[in-house]
């Protein structure tokens, strides 16, 4: 059996840029191998919430440690497992940990929920065809997409080949590639092609556009007057919807964005029918 080392020997496990969410942390797992092996006495943390914030994680943990003998001892709640009122106190602190955890989730969704539908670029990848650039949206400082005029040209081949009646994906994908056209120095694969024709962040919205979707249940913020066949869309998943956001559309919800369009009304719909037709079969 190995001796345990005396308990003024100090091991320090740090995991910098991971979140206590979850104990999928390499350090932490180290700690938890260095446990199982005998070789750890007591567990000191600075803070609760720096080693778990997950009841059930932490009831798994504490388990492991009740099996080895492993005290823990947190230096700023003031407590250790090594007292039945401390266990006790931990338990509590645990809940309202994973309970603070869950509040600052559901304000930041709120939040992120709340700007989208006022048209603010929310970050992310820069759909191929645009660019970024800054701009002022209803009085606040965020950014928009412009096109970019070799990239929207290749946008506009791939709406206008599979408008055609037997034009795959992997058909429009071979011709790119086969003409050097590539995705921002990258070879052209099928599902970016199927991705790029269903976004309507490509379509000039208009009235037939804004009709679209409110018959598949999406929730538009803008009223249907706005849609005169200028703008592209923002489309995001619903809070509540269940599902890929473009094989579900029911509760989704749907912005006008600040930046043009590059592919008429008429063609991204007559797409985006094929789209759904090929779903089907």
């Known amino acids: 059996r190995r001796e345990i080392p005396p308990f003024e020997t100090v091991r320090e496990y740090l995991d910098r840029g991971f979140s206590g969410k979850n104990t999928d942390r390499p350090a932490f797992q180290k700690m938890m191998e260095d446990v199982e092996r005998g070789e750890i006495r007591r567990v000191v943390v600075y803070k609760l919430d720096r080693i778990s914030r997950s009841i059930l994680d932490f009831s798994s943990m504490m388990e492991r440690f009740e ?8 230096t700023t709640e003031k407590f250790d497992t090594s007292s039945p009122m401390g266990r006790a106190m931990l338990n509590i602190c645990v ?3 994973q309970l603070e955890r869950e509040t600052i989730q559901k304000r930041v969704a709120d939040a992120y929920y709340s700007r989208s539908r006022k048209g603010f670029y929310m970050g992310g990848r820069v759909p191929f065809g645009f660019s970024l650039v800054s701009a002022e949206v209803s009085g606040v400082t965020t950014a928009k997409y412009v096109p970019v005029d070799e990239e929207a040209r290749q946008i506009s081949v791939i709406f206008s080949m599979y408008s055609r ?3 795959s994906y992997g058909d429009i994908a071979r011709f ?4 050097n056209m590539l995705k921002r120095g990258k070879a052209w694969v099928r599902t970016r092609i199927a991705d790029i024709l269903k976004n309507p962040v490509y379509v000039r919205a208009d009235t037939r556009v804004y009709s679209y979707y409110v018959n598949r249940g999406v929730e538009i913020v803008n009223p249907p007057s706005d849609f005169i066949g200028t703008n592209g869309c923002y489309y995001y998943k619903g809070q509540d919807s269940a599902g890929r ?5 029911e509760g989704n919800h749907l912005v006008l964005a600040p930046h043009e369009g590059i592919i008429s009304s008429d063609l991204w719909l007559k797409c985006r029918a094929k789209c759904l037709e090929a779903q089907q079969i």
């Open 67 to 74: 099996k080895r003998g492993v005290e823990f001892l947190s």
């Open 95 to 97: 809940v309202f940990a």
């Open 165 to 167: 009646p037997y034009c």
């Open 176 to 179: 790119l590639n086969g003409n």
């Open 245 to 249: 956001k473009q094989m579900n559309l």
